[in-house]
C-alpha cells in the first residue's frame, strides 16, 4: 500500500514532491487548479519536467489529481456543464503531462434532477473529456451528503462507470469517511470484508485504482462528508486499522486527506500515525 495526502502546490507544481517527501509519503494527491476559482492554471512545459525530473528522483510511486469540487459533471445549466468540461480536460491534460495515476472525480450534484438523467449527462460530459485527452483515467469517488451527490453508493458508482463508456480509463476512488458517513459499517475487518465484496460484485475490484483514508467527524449514516484526522473521528484508530490493513487494498495508493492539527493538512506525523495504525491492523488479522 502507497500511502501519503493531499499536498498543496503552491509556489508550483514541483513543490508538491517536496512536501510529499517531507511527509515520507509513499504517493500524492494534487490540485491541478486553485479549487476555489474556475481559471485554470497555466502549467508550461518546463513546470510539468521540474516536476518529472523531481518526482523520478523521490521515494514517491504515484501521483493522482482531484478534480476540483466546482466541477458538476451532471449540471443542466449550460454555463456550469462547459467550465466543468473545461477544467476536467484541464485536469486531464495535467495529469497525462505528469503520468498520474488518474483524475479523481466527484461527479457532482443532482440536487432533485431524477437521477438517470443526470448519470447520463454526467457520462457524455466525462466520454469528451477523455476525447479531448491522452490516457490518464478519470476516478469516480463515493461521495456522502444529502444534496443528491452522484456515487453515493456502489450502484450509483457503476451507472457512473457506465454511463462514461466502460473503458480502460475509468475507475474509481473510494473514501473510507464517504463509506461511513453514508452508512457503510466498515469498522471490523468483517463488516468491511462484506463491504467489499459488494464493491467487486457491482462494480468491480478491477476498476478500484486510489482509496481516500480520512476518519469522519460525523457519526455513521450522518450524510455529511466532514473528515476528521485519523484515529481522531468517528471510525476511530480500529476503522482506520481495519480500513488500511484490508488485503484486497494492498496495491493501492491510499491518500490522507485531513484536517491536520493546525487546519493546514495532513502532516509528517500523521502521515507515521496512518503507517503505525496499518501495521497494527494487520497484526491484528
Ligand atoms: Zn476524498
Ligand atoms: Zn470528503
Not at 515520507?24 to 512545459?45: E, K, L, M, V, Y
Amino acid at each position: 500500500m502507497l500511502i501519503g495526502a493531499h499536498v498543496s502546490t503552491a509556489g508550483g507544481l514541483v513543490h508538491a514532491v517536496e512536501r510529499g517527501v517531507e511527509r515520507d509519503c509513499d504517493a500524492i494527491q494534487i490540485f491541478h487548479q486553485s479549487p476555489r476559482a474556475w481559471r485554470p492554471t497555466n502549467f508550461t512545459g518546463d513546470d510539468y519536467a521540474a516536476f518529472n525530473e523531481a518526482f523520478a528522483a523521490s521515494q514517491l510511486q504515484s501521483v493522482v489529481i482531484h478534480a476540483v469540487y466546482l466541477i458538476n459533471t451532471c449540471s443542466p445549466d449550460p454555463e456550469i456543464a462547459e467550465k466543468s468540461l473545461a477544467s476536467l480536460t484541464h485536469a486531464l491534460r495535467v495529469g497525462d503531462a505528469i503520468g498520474a495515476d488518474g483524475v479523481v472525480l466527484h461527479a457532482g450534484s443532482r440536487k432533485k434532477d431524477p437521477l438517470e438523467e443526470a448519470v447520463a449527462r454526467s457520462g457524455a460530459l466525462v466520454r469528451e473529456a477523455l476525447a479531448e485527452t491522452e490516457s490518464c483515467p478519470v476516478l469516480f469517488e463515493n461521495t456522502a451528503g444529502t444534496t443528491g451527490p452522484l456515487g453515493r453508493d456502489f450502484d450509483e458508482l457503476e451507472m457512473l462507470v457506465d454511463a462514461a463508456g466502460a473503458g480502460e480509463r475509468i475507475g474509481i476512488c473510494i473514501d473510507c469517511c464517504h463509506l461511513f458517513a453514508s452508512g457503510f459499517e466498515i469498522v471490523e475487518p468483517e463488516q468491511l470484508s462484506v463491504v467489499v465484496d459488494d464493491l467487486d460484485r457491482v462494480v468491480g475490484l478491477d476498476r478500484l485504482r486510489c482509496l481516500h483514508v480520512n476518519d469522519s467527524a460525523v457519526p455513521m449514516g450522518a450524510n455529511r462528508d466532514k473528515h476528521a484526522n485519523v484515529g481522531e473521528g468517528e471510525m476511530g484508530e480500529r476503522g482506520i486499522a481495519t480500513f488500511l490493513s484490508e488485503p484486497r487494498f494492498e496495491d493501492l495508493p491510499a491518500l490522507l486527506e485531513t484536517p491536520g492539527p493546525e487546519k493546514k493538512g495532513t502532516d509528517a506525523a500523521e502521515i507515521a500515525r496512518a503507517k503505525a495504525f496499518r501495521a497494527e491492523g494487520l497484526r491484528a488479522r
